[in-house]
C-alpha cells in the first residue's frame, strides 16, 4: 500500500501554486501535478477568486506558426532549450523558469495579455518534443524560429527578415494610432 507523504503533498500544492499564479489552466495542472481535480479547482478558486476557465486545450501547431505568435514561441523556445543544455533543469520546473525569463524579456504590462501564455508554451514543448514542430535557422538573420517539421525549410526567413504586410495592423494597434491621432488634433 502506498503511504501519503506530507512532503510530498505540500510539493505538489506549493508547484500547483507556482503554475495558476503563471496562469496555468487546469488541464496543464492536472498532468503536471498529483493533486485531485476538487483540489485544484479550490486551490484555483482561492488564489484566483474566481473558477478556473472552462474549454479546450490549443491543439493545433498553425497557431505557432503565425507571424506574432512566431516570434514570441521562438524566444520561448530559445530560452528554454538554453535551460536544459546548460542549467540542469528539466520537465515542468524548466518551462516555468523560460516562461518566467520570457516575460521578463517582453516586458509586457501586467494588465496586458501575453501572446504566449503558460498553457501555449507548455504546449509548445510538447509540440515539439512529438517532432510536430522545430527550430530552424533563418536564412537571413540565422537565428532560430519555430518552425513545422513537416515543411520543407531550406530557404526559410523569419517573420522579423521577412514581414508580413498585414502584421501590425491589429485592433489594439489600430486603437493607439486613433488615440495619437485625437491627442494631435
Known sequence: MDKKSVVNEAEQIQLAI???????????????????????????????????PKGMLPFSTDWFLTWQPNIHSSIFLNIYKFLLENAEVKGIVAIMKAYKLYLQQVEAEPEDEHVLSLTRAWTLVRFVESKMLKMHACKC???????????????????????????????????????????TA
Open 18 to 52: 507556482q503554475l495558476i499564479n503563471l496562469g496555468s489552466r487546469l488541464q496543464l495542472l492536472e498532468s503536471q501535478t498529483n493533486l485531485s481535480r476538487e483540489r485544484l479547482i479550490k486551490l484555483y478558486k482561492e488564489l484566483k477568486g474566481v473558477s478556473p
Open 141 to 183: 538573420c540565422g537565428g532560430q524560429f519555430v518552425v513545422n517539421a513537416y515543411d520543407l525549410n531550406s530557404d526559410y526567413y523569419c517573420n522579423l527578415c521577412h514581414v508580413p504586410s498585414r502584421a501590425g495592423k491589429t485592433k489594439k494597434a489600430k486603437e493607439l494610432s486613433y488615440v495619437a491621432l485625437e491627442m
